[in-house]
T-cell receptor, first 114, second 113 residues
Framework: NAGVTQTPKFQVLKTGQSMTLQCAQDMNHEYMSWYRQDPGMGLRLIHYSVGAGITDQGEVPNGYNVSRSTTEDFPLRLLSAAPSQTSVYFC?????????????FGEGSRLTVL | QQQVKQSPQSLIVQKGGISIINCAYENTAFDYFPWYQQFPGKGPALLIAIRPDVSEKKEGRFTISFNKSAKQFSLHIMDSQPGDSATYFCAASMGSGTYKYIFGTGTRLKVLA
């Protein structure tokens, strides 16, 4: 099994550009989420989804959009990139219904906004 | 309060020593406390987790100690090895009914050979 796959691994954007970070999982997990990791800040939840067609905001949702059209895919969109969005982004999924289960993370996407 | 406070920020331990990382929380509704291990260039991976109905959980060289009254939990790594050098995150969630995990700020552990 591939687990959680994120693309691209590295990306450089200019301020104002848009892009989509892709996330796919092959474990049939209902729960998927996006985190950003910044030095000294830990992992902060951006958006999450508990199933196809259902999404909700996390701690730091501003500047990001998500959608969940299939169980497998959960893309994260930056509509107008800002330098404050320079970060490492992780997608994670979980099998647990009702929460409190193990999160399976991808290897991350490092984004630099100039 | 939704925060999980983690300390220390960094830790250097000699090979064979004990590494101890501490976390504290405020929200008594949290009922699931995992620790994640992250190697450079990789995503975090679950190391060990505990629920508040027990005070300690041990898996190999890794032990979680949980103090419900103090709202604190800690990770102990016995006989620390250079291969344990990584960043460790504690986390908390309210388990059933929510998928929101609150992570600590991380501890960078270096084990000297």
């Amino acid at each position: 099994n591939a687990g959680v796959t994120q693309t691209p691994k590295f990306q450089v954007l200019k301020t104002g550009q848009s892009m989509t970070l892709q996330c796919a999982q092959d474990m049939n997990h209902e729960y998927m989420s996006w985190y950003r990791q910044d030095p000294g800040m830990g992992l902060r939840l951006i958006h999450y989804s508990v199933g196809a067609g259902i999404t909700d905001q996390g701690e730091v949702p501003n500047g990001y959009n998500v959608s969940r059209s299939t169980t497998e895919d959960f893309p994260l969109r930056l509509l107008s990139a800002a330098p404050s969005q320079t970060s490492v982004y992780f997608c994670a999924s979980s099998y647990a219904s009702g929460g409190g289960g193990e999160l399976f993370f991808g290897e991350g996407s490092r984004l630099t906004v100039l | 309060q939704q925060q999980v406070k983690q300390s220390p920020q960094s830790l250097i331990v000699q090979k064979g020593g004990i590494s101890i990382i501490n976390c504290a929380y405020e929200n008594t509704a949290f009922d699931y406390f995992p620790w994640y291990q992250q190697f450079p260039g990789k995503g975090p991976a679950l190391l060990i987790a505990i629920r508040p109905d027990v005070s300690e959980k041990k898996e190999g060289r890794f032990t979680i100690s949980f103090n419900k009254s103090a709202k604190q939990f800690s990770l102990h790594i016995m006989d620390s090895q250079p291969g344990d050098s990584a960043t460790y995150f504690c986390a908390a969630s309210m388990g059933s009914g929510t998928y929101k995990y609150i992570f600590g700020t991380g501890t960078r552990l270096k084990v000297l050979a």
